[in-house]
């Protein structure tokens, strides 16, 4: 069956097209007691498909009775209307089914505040701006894992409820069941939902090579900040074999891969979001498509900030700052206005399983900085010497046991890996301008926020 | 880079390839001081490639030293071997680099148990038979969204912590984070793991027609068998305006391009399966491949179980009965010797959300039953008439005020709804002949075990 979608990207391959059959929404209605147009959206792009009825074959009280939200079955003719805004319309032949919608349907009107619409998750992606926001999250996950299928990468899926806390920061949800007495995953086992799959995942790259994960990863963090969720979803690849360049370039690629790839299936999805965005988005985004990824060392984008420290709420620029915001919106904004690397971060405040750099300070960590958004993706070459890491888990209080397992994958024919994570919201986010995270995902958790 | 499985599957191209660069992991090292054999697996299929060293350019010492599971990067020239058992092998020019492998590698032996192999999920990959049916769980998967991605379906990302329990039955995870006194979603809000995302996806198939998740789903139930799991991955569509036969169509068609396709890419992997199977396994598939779908109705499955009672424990054959795992052999294994599909079950044992047929008994269900495992998929139309649904909610004391946006979904535009439920490690089974579910996800997790 086809989809309005294909009918409007291809008018050109017909005048008229006879018994073509339409399922959907009715958007709006109008007209009078002879004629009424109908415009319908069938959930394939944010465009309507106009249809005209006309005739003594219809009942004119029944299809002004068909408010917006109503879902509809139609045959009828699809016309090519060079002349008119809309490239095609169809005259209805036959309405073969329809189920009203009540009068207080929540989408009536399509200007509705973002946060309105949050009040209403089940359905909001029935407004132009979530319908299409919602489709570009659905292409863009489908182009990743295309993307890595042509690139026979494994799809690995880490465990989602675990006894590893991963990065041994941040908090995390406890999973239990009613039975408080009995652990349901046995007395002294920890079990809590994964912050990432990462070590799991290194596991398999340690022998399926070139791997990657996307799955739901969870924080229990008490924020409520436009860019945290409680709950999202993460692409972890990971490749054993592979630098840390080979790395930040397979991340530049997948990016741009992606990006590209989804803005060539939503033609009227961007053009809107461009629109609302005063014509920045679809700018921005070509402008990191067609460059390629800077990259800077820790050391030497202090040097840059250095330069400019006085505009900064933090003008006390020195080795093993952790950037904030304002730092690394300078230089993706203001310095580059561009998508921005920053590698060799000081080891004290990434990780324990980076690899640790000669100089002795810095690990071969990276972070991909987006404009208006922040971290995207945050990467490293692991460490492959397990003295190495046993020391470092030890200086930062780690319990080694629980991560013995992990350790023990160096100790059997570990050479070198890395691999990295994308946010996939602030991914969504990044293509469509959209600037808080909520909006992004179909039913968001945040603290305080568990709406259906 | 090249795989080597492309090498083996792609002999005929070359008879010489000189420079050819190699990284995987050894499975076995013989030979002497003069030459030596190492088996080399870079994780892209079961079969290894044969690198021969010889010369004095190389160390044997070293070479000798390189024990299984031991990490390695070598050049060579690849030689065609017509009439050797391997269709190619490999020259070794130079050693790049490795990582030895230390003595207690717990994948010595590729003939160790599966139960032993549980106690080693971040090793038993390396082994032939966990291997085969890992790179099979990938590319299953891949083909799963290939198939949705071709036919033009919505990937929606149900939300996994809900407020909602869903089906209304069966136990659920708990989440909380540490501070019990205020809890992480809000004071009285419920906040557990999801037992489906099928409710969530209804709301988006209103709106984006078809579309399906493909996520982990979670049961707190404290049985042990072969066949469940805590945390498993399920695969859920759901059709706007698709009836129960669309979907069992639809089904259908999705389980035989998947399994087909993930066939044809893995043709070692499906002889060595096949192999250990005893020549059964891809009989079972072709068998499914290449017949028709048998759609039978309950009542008449009744029938049939009827003539043959004497043989089951549970003998009293009854409408009503909740047909139990001998009933459903026997129509699977005896029977028909192919995937059977049951509809139109007895409401009494069935979700509140389905579809109730006329005689007032039935609902518009079905279950696909394969050999060997038993349910593969569930699935049915949804009942779109708000007044039945609250009823039947109430008849089953659920809570309506936690399910009024679901019942809301049919007061604005809901003419007819169709989904079902793939349970993924079912299908994993049923493709590669494995008999215990926690052999064929990476890192299962069941009451009592949450290693790693």
Not at 137 to 160: D, V, W
Not at 426 to 450: E, K
């Amino acid at each position: 069956m086809h989809t309005i979608k294909e009918f409007l990207l291809k008018p050109v391959f017909y005048d008229t097209w006879t018994n073509v059959e339409v399922k959907g929404w009715v958007a709006s209605n109008r007209g009078n007691k002879k004629i009424r147009f109908l415009e319908i959206n069938d959930g394939s792009t944010i465009k309507n498909l106009q249809v005209v009825f006309k005739g003594e074959e219809f009942d004119f009280e029944l299809l002004d009775s068909l408010k917006p939200g109503s879902a509809i079955v139609i045959s009828g003719t699809l016309n090519a209307t060079p002349n008119a805004p809309q490239p095609i319309e169809m005259n209805a032949t036959k309405l073969h089914s329809f189920r009203k919608s009540d009068d207080d349907y929540p989408i009536q009107n399509q200007e509705i505040k973002l946060e309105t619409l949050r009040e209403v998750p089940h359905f909001r992606h029935r407004t132009n701006i979530l319908r299409a926001v919602m489709l570009i999250r659905s292409t863009l996950a489908q182009e990743i894992h295309k993307y890595f299928i042509y690139k026979n990468f494994y799809y690995m899926n880490s465990p989602i409820i675990t006894s590893n806390d991963g990065e041994g920061a941040g908090e995390t949800f406890i999973v239990s069941d009613k039975n408080t007495n009995d652990p349901f995953f046995g007395v002294g086992n920890k079990s809590t939902l994964g912050v990432t799959g990462q070590l799991h995942g290194e596991s398999y790259a340690n022998g399926f090579k070139n791997i990657y994960t996307f799955g739901p990863t969870f924080r229990a963090e008490r924020s409520n900040t436009k860019r945290h969720l409680a709950e999202f979803w993460m692409i972890e690849p990971e490749m054993a074999f592979y630098d840390l360049f080979q790395t930040i370039e397979l991340s530049q690629d997948l990016l741009k891969v992606v990006i590209r790839n989804t803005i060539a299936q939503h033609p009227f999805e961007f053009e809107y979001l461009d629109k609302i965005s005063n014509s920045t988005l679809l700018n921005r985004l070509n402008l990191f498509l067609d460059s390629n990824l800077k990259i800077i060392d820790y050391k030497d984008a202090l040097k840059e900030l250095e330069k400019v420290k006085d505009t900064f709420e933090e003008k006390n620029i020195h080795f093993g700052l952790d950037l904030s915001s304002e730092h690394e919106k300078y230089l993706t904004d203001v310095l580059y206005k561009s998508p921005v690397v920053i590698i060799n971060f000081p080891k004290s405040f990434k990780a324990f399983y980076m690899h640790q750099n000669d100089d002795g300070q810095t690990v071969a960590a990276f972070d991909l900085l987006v404009p208006g958004i922040g971290e995207l993706i945050g990467g490293s070459q692991r460490e492959t010497d397990y003295n190495k890491l046993v020391t470092r888990i030890n200086e930062l209080g780690i319990n080694q046991e629980e991560l013995q397992w992990y350790l023990d994958l160096r100790r059997f024919g570990h050479m070198q890996s890395s691999g990295f994570g994308i946010g996939f919201e602030r991914l969504v986010m990044y293509a469509t301008g959209i600037d808080n995270i909520r909006d992004v995902i179909p039913y968001p958790r945040t603290n305080g926020n568990i709406r259906m």
